[in-house]
Every structure is written in C-alpha cells, then in structure tokens.
C-alpha cells in the first residue's frame, strides 16, 4: 500500500516495463527494507549498476580512453549523468544504460543474436536503445530475430493480470493517466 506516486496519479495500476518489475522485484525480495532503507538499498544497487557500465564502456573505447579526447570527455559525462541517476535519482536509466552497453559488447565480440536479445531487452525497459537497432539490423538482418523475440517477455505479465492501459495513458498523455502533463517527451 505504500508508494511514491503522487495522488493525481491515483489511477494506474502498472507502468514499469517488465525488466524493471524483475530487477525491483529480486532487489526488494533480498532486502524487503525498513523505513527509509529500502530506497537506500535500490540505489544502493544502481550504483554498482552504474560501475559496471564505466568497466563496458572502458570495454568499449578500449585506448581510446587514453589517446582521444572526446572519449575522455564522454567518459567523464557519463559519469556525473549516471551517478546522478543511480545514486541520486534512483532511476532505471542504469539498468537500461547497462543492457544496451552490454549488447553493444557482445556486438563487437561477434555474438550478434545475444546482442540482439539484450538490445530488446534494453528497450522494452527504455525506448532510447532503439537507435542502435537500424544499424545492427543493417549489419546482420537475420540476428534481429533475436530482437523480437525478447520482446515477447513484454507478454508474461499480461497472463498474470497486468495491464498496460497505464502505461499507455502515460506515453499518450491521456488524461485517464493524469489531468496535468506528466510526459514531456510526448511528441503530440
């Protein structure tokens, strides 16, 4: 009964994309919290979220670290950003940033249909890993088959009596969601 969602908000039932339902889900049954410990704790663990995308971005740029300016730039950026959201905003942006860097990886490790099925999983949390999407099916059209099929995860939770009704309320600006503006990336 206790949440964080404002009392406009009092008609949704389920937003969260169903990745992060599992990753709050596990985190919450290790350590189900007292009081203010259990906010602690989740970022807490998105923090450690966040180390492990510095290490796959590392991966990533490899030298490039060291001799390139503009990847030490982004290296640095990418720090105060996913600090603030993981230790101060206690985000899923961590969670999707690591999918999406760890699809990445197994792209450039040759590992096309597990990159693939991560990327998925990265947007079904988030949409803004899709941008990789035109360029990995470009390079290989037969490994997005892989992409699709980790987005029929997406489906479980509806076989358990979840609904997406809110979710969609919240990406349209419904005012079954909400009577105020609550989504400001909404493009309409």
Not at 88 to 114: A, H, T, Y
Not at 161 to 167: Q, T
């Amino acid at each position: 009964g206790n949440h964080t969602l404002p009392a406009y908000l009092g008609g949704v039932k389920y937003e969260y994309p169903v990745f992060g339902l599992i990753f709050f889900a596990i985190a919450t049954w290790l350590f189900p919290g007292a009081g203010g410990l259990q906010p602690l704790w989740l970022n807490f663990l998105l923090v450690l979220v966040f180390n492990l995308n510095l290490a796959l971005i590392a991966i990533l740029l490899r030298e490039k670290i060291y001799k390139v300016h503009w990847a030490r730039m982004f290296f640095g950026g990418y720090f105060i950003y996913g600090l603030v959201m993981s230790a101060g905003g206690g985000k899923l942006e961590p969670i999707v940033d690591c999918l999406f860097l760890m699809s990445l990886v197994l792209w450039k490790e040759n590992q096309r249909g597990k990159s693939m099925f991560t990327l998925g999983l990265a947007v079904q949390t988030k949409i803004y890993p899709i941008v990789a999407f035109p360029a990995l099916f470009l390079a290989n059209p037969i490994s997005s088959v892989w992409f699709f099929a980790s987005m029929f995860l997406t489906v479980v939770p509806v076989f358990m009596g979840a609904s997406f009704d809110s979710l969609v309320s919240h990406m349209l600006n419904l005012s079954s969601y909400s009577p105020f503006i609550v989504n400001p990336m909404y493009p309409g």
